[in-house]
């Protein structure tokens, strides 16, 4: 009976660390980082806070507030390791802010700890951090993903990821960033560096179609559970909801984008009694947040594409020349390569493939050369137009790194 009781406390002990580490952990970074200016400091000491958590609250019982107690030990590792330090004065009397604060926190009846994470965010978007890194730096300072985890997701090697956060954190703490929000002036930059970031993450696990990759998955949704920060943080930016809006519409159709036999199925194709209805709905629910906020932007224009799309969920046909028109839109915005191909084939889909082709043929010579989607369209579009298409799908076909995309992309040419 008694062992069976450890295992039950031991249980409890890990199901509220677990929690904590979920919801608390780059609040938790952020506060102690703030005041030590130290990102990597921070999570050294978090990391051996949740340790202890672990090998006292099965004995000890959980404290009322477990993200006090666990800030409280962060604080006295970030103490104690400073007194073996020597530190300089000015940075003994940082900690000693950093104990008060942690102290206070402690008696308060919640024991909530002050959300700073938009301030981390900021950091890890300061124009002064390379931004090849900011995404991995958000990765692991807001949400806790391990370096190697972060890597293999975005497909660098680990020692060479774990070098360049090291680096990173250590520009942080050597040149001052400060934890807080930028100027006015910067402010809209800043944000934005903060949306791409978060839209790159996703994007790394949005590629892994099929989940395979163990390091990639959940990615997605970690990256819709920063969006979310993002959002509660940012209540008055609008793109922060259009972002949360697009990646939520795009997750509700994972499902659907293999067959039961793995084969590739493009979102034409798709069945979509496989979408995901609740998902669909919560995205709806933050568009229409962006569209209160009345300041119309990139991502916001990419979630109404997708809530167009949507349209076949309610048993409604896509409207084609509505997402041209938005498609266009995002293209006047700087909406690059991709959004100019994707305007192409909406285009061609409205009923206009000659005039979706003259599109593609607009493109800079070598801007698409090696862009597999720029070849896949111009093969479909050529098809539409009885043209010839094979020299295109032959291009697609060799930079498809896909094999399910490539599978079907010769099935296509076949038929051609």
């Known amino acids: ?16 660390a677990e929690r904590a580490a979920r919801t608390s952990y780059g609040r938790l970074v952020a506060f102690l980082a703030a005041r030590t200016r130290d990102v990597a400091a921070a999570e050294d000491a978090l990391a051996d806070a949740f340790a202890a958590a672990l090998r006292t609250w099965p004995d000890n019982g959980v404290p009322h507030a477990p993200e006090a107690w666990l800030l409280t030990v962060a604080r006295r590792q970030l103490t104690d390791g400073a007194r073996r330090r020597r530190v300089r004065d000015a940075g003994a009397a940082t900690l000693q802010l950093v104990a008060e604060e942690a102290e206070a926190a402690m008696n308060r009846e919640t024991g909530a700890v002050p959300d700073e994470r938009l301030n981390l965010l900021f950091v890890c978007a300061h124009p002064a951090i390379d931004p090849s890194i900011r995404t991995p730096l958000m990765l692991q300072s807001v949400l806790g993903l391990d370096a190697a985890r972060i890597a293999s997701a975005l497909l660098v090697k680990p020692t060479a990821m774990a ?5 990173a954190k250590a520009k942080i703490r050597d040149a ?8 006015r002036s910067e402010l809209p930059g800043r944000v934005a560096c903060v949306l791409e970031a978060i839209y790159a993450a996703y994007g790394a696990g ?11 998955r959940g990615l997605t949704e970690e990256a819709i ?69 009345a300041r119309p932007g990139p991502f916001q224009l990419e979630a109404a594409i997708q809530s167009a799309h949507a349209e076949r969920a309610r048993g409604r046909p896509v409207p084609w020349n509505a997402i041209a028109r938005l498609y266009g839109a995002l293209v006047g915005l700087g909406g690059g390569v991709g959004a100019t191909i994707a305007h192409a084939a909406a285009t061609a889909e409205a009923g206009d493939p000659a005039s979706g082709l003259a599109i593609l043929d607009a493109i800079q010579p070598g801007a698409a050369a090696a862009y597999q989607p720029y070849w896949a369209c111009r093969a479909h579009l050529l098809t539409r137009l009885g043209r010839d298409a094979d020299e295109a799908y032959g291009r697609a076909v060799g930079l498809a790194e896909d094999p399910a995309v490539r599978a079907y992309l010769l099935a296509k040419r076949a038929l051609a």
């Not at 001052?176 to 100027?183: H, N, R, V």
């Not at 949005?206 to 990639?216: M, Q, T």
């Open 225 to 293: 559970h920063l969006a979310r920060v993002a959002c509660e943080l940012l209540p008055g930016e609008a793109e922060a909801w259009g972002l949360l809006a697009l990646m939520l519409f795009c997750e509700a159709r994972r499902p659907a984008r293999r067959d039961t036999e793995g084969r590739f199925v493009p979102l034409s194709e798709q069945d979509p009694s496989l979408w995901s209805a609740p998902l669909i709905t919560r995205a709806e629910e933050a568009l229409g947040r962006a569209a209160d906020l």
């Open 206 to 216: 949005w590629e892994d179609v099929a989940g395979a990759d163990p390091s990639r």
């Open 176 to 183: 001052g960033i400060p934890f807080a929000q930028p100027e």
């Open 163 to 167: 070098q360049r956060l090291v680096r």
């Open 1 to 16: 009976m008694i062992a069976a009781e450890d295992d039950t406390a031991g249980f409890e002990a890990r199901r509220v």
